[in-house]
């Protein structure tokens, strides 16, 4: 069966620019969640969807990164005005239900903003 | 808010020498525990977790760990490594409760290097 599928896989963008990232989660999973790694870091979290609404959206680190889930399935992360300091890989989770449940990963997008 | 400390930034090891990871997090209530593994160039994948019940549990690959609440410990272990094990290991909470206490929270992560 189909896992987590991330799009594009690498992103090249130059500093300023705007730039969305494409998730594509399980089949019937409800829950979407996206993190950032850095190297040498583990993933930190940006936002967590249940169904279409972002029912923790703690961990985006300033109002240049929205996300959206309209149809509660397929997700975009959008950054606006990249800076050099986004580039990381952008990881996907999903699980069936959130809390309790197991979050599937995605290959992830990796960012490089120069 | 949890937070998740991985006391080993990089282990190398012989095969077939025992492996030990540390992890212990920050949470005064319920948690799920789960250590993932991220072989070079592959996605995040699930070694096993806890969510109740009996506090040893068994993954896959041979990996077993042990949630100890009284140090809020979640320890991996192998008795056996293979060189096939070499990867990034992330230990990882979430906590029942509402808000930010709900996200999975990692850990820095240990590299582990297996020597044939």
């Known amino acids: 069966g189909a896992g987590v599928s991330q799009t594009p896989s690498n992103k090249v963008t130059e500093k300023g620019k705007y730039v969305e990232l494409r998730c594509d989660p399980i089949s019937g999973h409800t829950a979407l969640y996206w993190y950032r790694q850095s190297l040498g870091q583990g993933p930190e979290f940006l936002i967590y969807f249940q169904g279409t609404g972002a029912a923790d959206d703690s961990g985006l680190p300033n109002d240049r990164f929205f996300a959206v889930r309209p149809e509660g399935s397929v997700s975009t992360l959008k950054i606006q005005r990249t800076e050099r300091g986004d580039s990381a890989v952008y990881l996907c989770?999903?699980?069936?239900?959130?809390?309790?449940?197991?979050?599937?990963f995605g290959q992830g997008t990796r960012l490089t903003v120069v | 808010a949890q937070s998740v400390s991985q006391h080993n930034h990089h282990v190398i090891l012989s095969e077939a020498a025992s492996l030990e990871l540390g992890c212990n997090y920050s949470?005064?209530?319920?948690?799920?525990l789960f250590w993932y593994v991220q072989y070079p160039g592959q996605h995040l994948q699930l070694l096993l977790k806890y969510f109740s019940g009996d506090p040893l549990v068994k993954g896959i690959k041979g990996f077993e760990a042990e949630f100890i609440k009284s140090k809020f410990s979640f320890n991996l272990r192998k008795p056996s490594v293979q060189w096939s094990d070499t990867a990034e290991y992330f230990c990882?909470?979430?906590?029942?409760?509402?808000?930010?206490?709900?996200?999975?929270?990692f850990g820095s992560g240990t590299q582990l290097t297996v020597l044939p």
């Open positions: 990882a909470v979430n906590a029942q409760g509402s808000g930010s206490a709900r996200q999975l929270t």
């Open positions: 989770a999903s699980s069936l239900q959130g809390f309790g449940t197991e979050a599937f």
């Open positions: 949470y005064g209530g319920t948690v799920n």
